[in-house]
């Protein structure tokens, strides 16, 4: 009898945790579209920042582009790199040590904070390396700051694959390079593809590292790498700390979390399709 009402109780417990969750995930969603509806529109989207002081009126269409493609950038680079990384961990690392040297690297560089991220992008990049504020400083940046999300979701995905699938491979006379790049990688690809978009989601919603690195207050859409960017994250920033405008501030946190929101799902149901294909 009390085994049933403990199990009772933990079930209970399991499923208003995960009301709770839905109903705080999807209130910011709803409560930031209903306080921003009063300037959704067409041009708030695709228009530039106006007004006086600037970004009271018009849009915010090159925060956007800037964020998409700061969040790319960094995205791909750092998962090339990561899939390197995670590679060599799986496959080719043989050493415990060596191994374990390299994971608690990585979970060390997951903890460091983003404004200690943006710091060092501004010292390396900028101050050492004589960047301008740009978009690729941004990204270099965001790449440090999401190697590590990226590779230990890359690693627990390259695990998964079938074993036995790898070893009958190797015993068939088939070289591990080989072997890695046609079977092992093709079959994680979705796994692959889902840790990059998650990765590039928490790149675009960072705002230290593009604060000291990239952004500024007003710009266009960048045409090449040195271009400086707007970013949402920082624009958001500025009309909250400057106090310009509260209504313009909802408005970009709503289309903000829209994208993330966006990206996430169409991870999720790529996830979901890998697993049911499989």
């Known amino acids: 009898m009390k085994v049933k009402i403990k199990d009772l ?5 399991i499923l208003l945790s995960g009301i709770l969750i839905s109903v705080i995930t999807f209130g910011i969603f709803i409560y930031l579209l209903y306080k921003g509806a009063k300037v959704m529109s067409f041009s ?13 009126e018009g849009g915010i269409f090159p925060a956007i582009a800037g964020s998409l493609l700061s969040g790319l950038i960094s995205g791909i680079s750092a998962g090339f790199l990561s899939l390197c990384t995670s590679v060599y961990l799986v496959f080719y690392c043989e050493n415990q040590k060596i191994k374990s040297i390299i994971l608690i690297a990585l979970q ?8 200690v991220i943006g710091l060092f992008g501004y010292t390396v990049f900028i101050v050492n390396f004589g960047f301008e504020r740009s978009l690729i ?3 270099l940046t965001l790449m440090v700051m999401i190697i590590p999300f990226i590779s230990i979701r890359m690693k627990k995905a390259l695990e998964e694959t079938s074993s036995e699938q790898f070893i009958s491979s190797l015993s068939l006379g088939v070289t591990k390079g080989y072997t ?6 093709p079959n994680s690809l979705k796994n692959i593809m889902t840790s990059v978009g998650l990765g590039t989601v928490f790149a675009m919603g960072a705002t230290a590292p593009v604060m000291f690195t990239g952004a500024v207050i007003i710009a266009g859409v960048p045409k090449k ?27 970009t946190a709503f289309v903000l979390i829209s ?12 996830d979901y399709f890998n697993g049911g294909a499989k």
């Open 9 to 13: 109780i933990l079930k209970l417990w």
């Open 180 to 185: 890695i790049m046609h079977m092992v990688i």
């Open 225 to 251: 790498l040195s271009d400086p960017i707007m970013s949402l994250p920082y624009h958001l920033y500025v009309l909250v700390n400057e106090g310009l405008s509260a209504d313009m501030a909802y408005g």
């Open 44 to 56: 708030f989207v695709f228009d530039t920042p106006k007004g006086i002081p600037l970004g009271t």
């Open 108 to 115: 060390c560089l997951a903890g460091i904070p983003s404004v």
């Open 259 to 270: 994208i993330v929101l966006a990206i996430n799902l169409i991870c999720h149901f790529a």
């Open 137 to 139: 400083s941004a990204s």
